[in-house]
């Protein structure tokens, strides 16, 4: 039983959280009733007054303290994402690394990025006035987070916010809750008044219940395009920041390093078994090099080891859910039946999900136009860039993009003309490194994370203005 979220919540029922791989128990939590957010404000708002007394040098310290704490418990993180969330093991230490980065740039903006001065003589009718504006607090900030990346992602809506000096009420996944718990306890460990952050663990209830909250400032929510509307409609006069999702295409040019482009695709499509918001779901190729292209990606899919995720060699394992598995499956049987071409993968054993490659989707096959968050991938012909971009933009939710190519002119013609919160050149959609902006365009965003940007969006300038009044 992990007593964090006890402490912290009346308890209506437990949640069991288990092992995606084999189906153990990993451990168990209180639910937190929905009934009893009105407790969970009253702690928030006494957080929010004492976060925000908190001194820069003070934040910072604590989410420094964190990070070396976690660094230092690295391989005990790593397991529990995988117990879990079903990564495999090299995939679990890379995210606890990625944890520890995202709270030391936390720590950095919390005594970086405090305001600047404005220069109010620029404007003629004010030469007699000097100020500045500060970066405040917005004050209780609700965040709810998925199970995909169960300890980094929470650290993206923890740390800004701490940085920043506000509370947080944490809704983690309840398929996951296990790692944010340990990360708010090692916070707590280094200095963080309990108050600032305030675990609850339930489902769409507790949700809507914390969404609709007057107190609440701003969500931050990484999720589904349908739970981001329905947290839309809910939430009133607050600020919103949500990660809703993409459908990450890659192009594949005549002219690119073809044995990077095969490496960096497969491992763009297949990462955390394809249950990445910016994981590669359809690879455009240039159809001179479509079939040899076709040929080696198959071949290089085939010898990934689909498994236990504690094994070391093990490249896919399972995805979170039979619910999960069925969905995904559905969505290629579906593709099948209206005429693609199933090259292969596509026979699930339990949760695990071999990595499936399909060709010659019709237009209308969810597969190609929602995101599948799974390991399945869509390969596609094309002839010229212009034609590639189209295809690109074709789909409602649009994280990231990718291209290989060794020709700048069309790199950079790529980068201007795919409509993506990211392009990345010579690299796979799943390229992020958490200091830079994180989002996307249409619908597959509002806002932005990364540690600056969440930062930013998590706090509001105050202007002070003097007016030297001659004597």
């Known amino acids: 039983m992990h007593n964090l979220a006890l402490r912290q919540t009346t308890a209506a029922e437990e949640i069991v959280v288990t092992n995606p791989f084999d189906g153990t128990i990993v451990g168990t939590v209180a639910e937190t009733d929905a009934a009893s957010v009105n407790l969970l404000l009253e702690r928030a708002r006494r957080g929010a007054q004492i976060a925000r007394s908190l001194p ?18 690295r391989e005990d993180f790593a397991l529990l994402i995988v117990k879990e969330a079903g990564k495999t093991i090299v995939q679990a230490r890379k995210e606890v690394t990625r944890c520890v980065n995202t709270l030391k740039l936390s720590a950095d903006e919390a005594k970086r990025n405090a305001g600047e001065v404005i220069p109010f003589d620029s404007y003629a009718g004010s030469e007699s006035r000097q100020g500045w504006y500060t970066r405040e607090p917005l004050g209780v900030i609700a965040a709810i987070t998925p199970y995909n990346d169960p300890l980094n992602l929470v650290a993206h809506k923890l740390g800004p916010a701490i940085a920043g000096g506000n509370a947080v009420i944490l809704k983690p996944s309840e398929l996951t809750p296990l790692s944010a718990i340990k990360l708010v306890e090692v916070l707590v460990e280094t200095g963080l008044p309990e108050e600032i952050v305030t675990v609850a663990i339930g489902g769409s209830e507790l949700g809507r219940a914390l969404v609709s909250a007057k107190d609440v400032r701003m969500i931050s929510f990484t999720g589904g395009f349908a739970t981001g509307e329905a947290i839309a409609k809910t939430a009133g006069i607050k600020k919103l920041a949500m990660d809703l999702g993409g459908n990450a295409p890659v192009i594949v040019m005549e002219n690119c390093n073809f044995e990077a482009a095969v490496e ?25 090099i479509y079939e040899r292209f076709k040929t080696e990606f198959v071949t290089a899919t085939k010898k990934l080891k689909t498994g236990n995720p504690l094994d070391a060699d093990t490249d896919v394992g399972p995805m979170i859910s039979d619910k999960a598995v069925g969905r995904a499956a559905a969505m290629v049987e579906q593709a099948v039946a209206a005429g ?3 090259i292969c993968g596509h026979k699930p054993a339990g949760n695990l999900y071999p990595p499936t490659v399909l060709e010659n989707v019709p237009s209308n096959c969810d597969v190609l136009t929602e995101e599948v968050f799974a390991p399945i991938v869509i390969l596609q012909p094309f002839d010229e860039l212009s034609d590639a971009i189209v295809l690109a933009n074709s789909a409602d ?12 002119e069309g790199a950079l013609e790529a980068a201007n003309g795919i409509d993506a919160g990211g392009v990345m050149i010579n690299d796979s959609s799943d390229y992020r490194f958490d200091a830079m902006p994180f989002g996307g365009f249409k619908y597959g965003s509002m806002g932005r994370e990364g540690v600056r940007f969440a930062y930013e969006d998590m706090t509001q300038p105050k202007v002070v203005c003097i007016n030297r009044l001659k004597r």
């Open 340 to 342: 693609a071409t199933l």
């Open 56 to 73: 820069r040098h003070g934040r910072s310290t604590i989410l420094e303290k964190a990070a070396a704490v976690i660094e230092a418990a």
């Open 264 to 288: 960096g695709c497969v491992s763009g499509a297949y990462w955390a078994a394809g249950q990445n918001c910016i994981g590669t779901q359809r690879i455009l190729i240039q159809r001179p």
């Open 397 to 408: 939710y649009s994280l990231h993009a990718g291209i290989f190519t060794n020709d700048l």
